[in-house]
């Protein structure tokens, strides 16, 4: 008996939380896709968790087309302005590519060989 | 009769939540390419810090050599990676001084020159999807291969050192840890740490620093 009463409060907990999400704001995000102009980026998180870096191509009545900025390209894909769960712009903020590669690598090698030292230093 | 209905009410809980979960999260957006790579290549090198023990013995417990290798990798999902590699480290020298009671001289010198081999199989688990940076973890079995040399110094006078070389193999477990970081879409840089742990207090942590790519 005890432990269905488990369970039933497990899965009332579980299907009370999935009502308990945001609500979706569909007019929210569609004035923001059509104010911010097509080649913005953008950095949009879903209903489900999941975020994704894309650049806006068209902002629609319904939904908005993306290109996601992946390392492999994909395709230009739709997006129902109800999935979204939060969108914001994600300009460059001053760094290059170049600059960035060049002190990640940098920092990661240095860190490497650091590390070794110390270790070999510690075992010697 | 009881089991049976505690059975039925865990399954219908566990649809339930199923249920629930998957209605939730159809996802919107797929970032994995339509040609997504099944492959990785790599080869590293790296620096070896190793730790032994042998009671009852004295003299240093640990050496530090160069090491080498190769990994080949196949992409189960977009997250996960089956993987075998292969490694040669550089020779390592252990000093070992031995105590012999009621011998003239009471101990025995040993010098160990060691060669290590491995190869090795695991799963991977590479964070994040189709992107410039994936750090990692993962774990999985090694088998090694130790060429020992042993010069033996008895330290009485007249007696040359006697050097006898010994193969052993053993198997055993190991994690790792590190990141790939892209520079072209299917070429990358990748840092990592590989312990590898046995019951004779032996350890081996391998610093490694390699290029490859996605096949």
């Known amino acids: 008996m005890r432990t269905i009463a488990i369970l039933a409060a497990l899965a009332t907990l579980t299907t009370s939380s999935a009502f308990a999400r945001q609500a979706p704001q569909p007019d929210v995000w569609r004035t923001f896709a059509q104010q911010i102009g097509v080649g913005s980026r953008v950095m949009i998180r879903f209903d489900d968790g999941k975020r994704v870096a894309a650049t806006l191509i068209q902002a629609d009545a319904d939904s908005m087309l993306v290109q996601p900025r992946t390392r492999a390209a994909v395709p230009a894909q739709r997006v129902p302005y109800d999935r979204i769960a939060s969108m914001e712009r994600d300009d ?21 060989f650091g590390i070794m030292l110390i270790l070999m230093s510690v075992l010697d | 009769m009881i089991h049976r209905s505690r059975a039925a009410a865990f399954v219908a809980t566990a649809l339930l939540v199923a249920g629930s979960a998957s209605a939730q999260n159809q996802p919107v957006i797929s970032i994995t390419p339509a040609n997504r790579a099944r492959w990785d290549i790599a080869a590293h090198v790296g620096w070896l810090a190793a730790r032994t023990s042998d009671p009852g013995l004295y003299g240093n417990d640990s050496y530090n050599v160069g090491l080498g290798g190769v990994s080949l990798g196949r992409y189960l999902t977009p997250h996960l990676k089956a993987e ?31 060669r290590t081999a491995t190869a090795g199989a695991g799963l991977f688990y590479q964070f994040f999807d189709n992107q410039w940076f994936h750090p990692y973890l993962g ?16 330290g009485r006078p007249g007696l040359p050192a006697t050097v006898a070389t010994g193969v052993s193999y053993a198997t055993r477990p190991f994690v790792a840890t590190g990141f790939k970081w892209y520079v072209t879409e299917r070429a990358f840089v990748r840092a990592g740490a590989q312990g590898s742990f046995s019951s004779r207090d032996t350890t081996h942590v391998a610093w490694t620093l390699g290029v490859g790519g996605d096949l």
Request: charged share 20%; glycine share 18%.
């Open chain 1, 92 to 112: 460059a903020r001053g760094v290059g590519v170049g600059k960035a590669v060049a002190i990640g690598v940098g920092s990661g090698v240095g860190a490497f």
């Open chain 2, 84 to 114: 075998v590699q292969a490694a040669i480290h550089g020779e390592g020298n252990l000093y070992r001084e031995e105590y012999l009671p009621g011998s003239v001289p009471p101990f025995r010198v040993t010098e160990h020159h060691l």
């Open chain 2, 139 to 154: 774990g999985g079995v090694e088998v090694l291969r130790d060429e020992d040399r042993a010069v033996m110094i008895d």
